[in-house]
DNA sequence: ACGATGACAATGC
DNA sequence: TGCATTGCCATCG
């Protein structure tokens, strides 16, 4: 480690920024990739924050809880991340369908995510159970 | 030095 | 919603 701070190069300290937002996420809760990038004080460096993520070392970071602004797991569909993001995320409660976060986008901000509206839309029941949707027991 | 790449985002149609 | 465009920036070949 740098025996002197000043020694830090600035991709370094920008690394160490990332990280420490990350941790910052709490359990259940996500994040997106630029909103980490500004709560790390980068805005505009969403792209970084994965190229951080995507190292894959530092053990312990809840990297699962960062997903893309639209509430979508970054991974592609079906890959061993995405697999393992997923099962991640519901391991803490949180629900996902068809890739994305349900009940909870990606906060754009503390606020946001603490105004936490109680739920966008229930958006009543199924029109339906039109013959045919029925599911198999 | 230069162009391609990538766990992205914001904007416009 | 979806697709294209542009901005960003550290890495890599």
Do not use: C
């Not at 990297?63 to 569909?77: I, M, Q, Y």
């Not at 079906?78 to 997923?86: F, I, K, R």
Request: charged residues 30%; glycine residues 10%; positive net charge.
């Amino acid at each position: 480690m740098p025996a002197n701070p000043k020694d830090e190069t600035e991709t370094q300290r920008s690394r160490r920024l990332i990280l420490a937002a990350v941790r910052a996420v709490p359990r259940g809760q996500v994040a997106g990739y630029g909103e980490i990038a500004r709560r790390a004080g980068l805005p505009g460096r969403a792209r970084l924050v994965a190229r951080v993520l995507s190292t894959g070392d530092e053990p312990g970071l809840p990297w699962h809880r960062v997903l893309r602004s639209d509430g979508r797991v970054a991974f592609p569909e079906g890959s061993p991340g995405y697999d393992e993001q997923v099962q991640r995320l519901r391991a803490e409660g949180v629900r996902i369908e068809a890739g994305k976060v349900r009940g909870q986008r990606a906060a754009a901000t503390l606020d946001e995510m603490l105004w936490a509206p109680p739920e966008p839309k229930p958006k009543a029941s199924r029109p339906a159970a039109a013959a045919g949707t029925r599911r198999r027991r």
